[in-house]
C-alpha cells in the first residue's frame, strides 16, 4: 500500500486541478512524448451512493459525469485518468501525465514543475474556500427558558 501513495497523490492533484492550469504547467514544460491512446477520452456515468451517518444502509445519491482515459508511452508505459466532468482534453492530459510520472528519468522534473505547483494552487483554492464558507458560519444556541 505504501508504494501507491505518491501515485495516489499526483493522480488527486491532476484530476482536481483546473484545465487551463494544468494546460499551462504543461506547455511550460516544454515536453512532446509519444504516446498512443489505448481508450481514446470517453464520457459516461458513475453512480454515487452514501450512508446516513455513515453507518446506515446505503442510497443511491446520484449520478456523476466523468470522463476516462487511458494513453501509453512508446516505451511501453501506461497512463490512466478518470475525472469529474466532461474535459476530454484534460483526462487525456492527466493520463499521459501519469504515465511519464511513472517513468523514473521524468518523475522528479514533473513532481517539481508540474504536481507541486498545482498541488499548491489547489491548497490555496481550497483555503479561499474555506474562509468564504467561516465568514457566512451562523452560530445556533438553544436557551433555557426559567419556569
Not at 27 to 41: C, F, H, M
Not at 96 to 104: E, F, M, S, V
Request: aromatic share 6%; net charge positive; hydrophobic share 40%.
Amino acid at each position: 500500500m505504501q508504494a501507491l501513495q505518491p501515485r495516489q497523490r499526483w493522480m488527486s492533484v491532476l484530476a482536481h486541478s483546473q484545465p487551463a492550469q494544468l494546460r499551462s504547467h504543461w506547455q511550460a514544460l516544454n515536453l512532446s512524448p509519444r504516446y498512443q491512446s489505448i481508450r481514446a477520452p470517453e464520457i459516461g456515468l458513475a453512480q454515487l451512493q452514501g450512508r446516513m451517518g455513515a453507518t446506515g444502509r446505503r442510497f443511491v445519491l446520484g449520478d456523476m459525469t466523468v470522463t476516462r482515459a487511458v494513453v501509453q508511452l512508446e516505451n511501453g508505459g501506461y497512463g490512466y485518468s478518470y475525472i469529474a466532468g466532461r474535459d476530454k482534453a484534460h483526462a487525456e492530459l492527466c493520463a499521459l501525465a501519469d504515465a511519464l510520472l511513472q517513468q523514473p528519468d521524468q518523475t522528479e522534473l514533473l513532481q517539481q514543475r508540474l504536481i507541486e505547483p498545482l498541488a499548491a494552487l489547489l491548497h490555496e483554492q481550497r483555503q479561499l474556500r474555506a474562509r468564504s464558507v467561516a465568514s457566512s458560519r451562523v452560530d445556533f444556541f438553544t436557551l433555557v427558558r426559567g419556569d
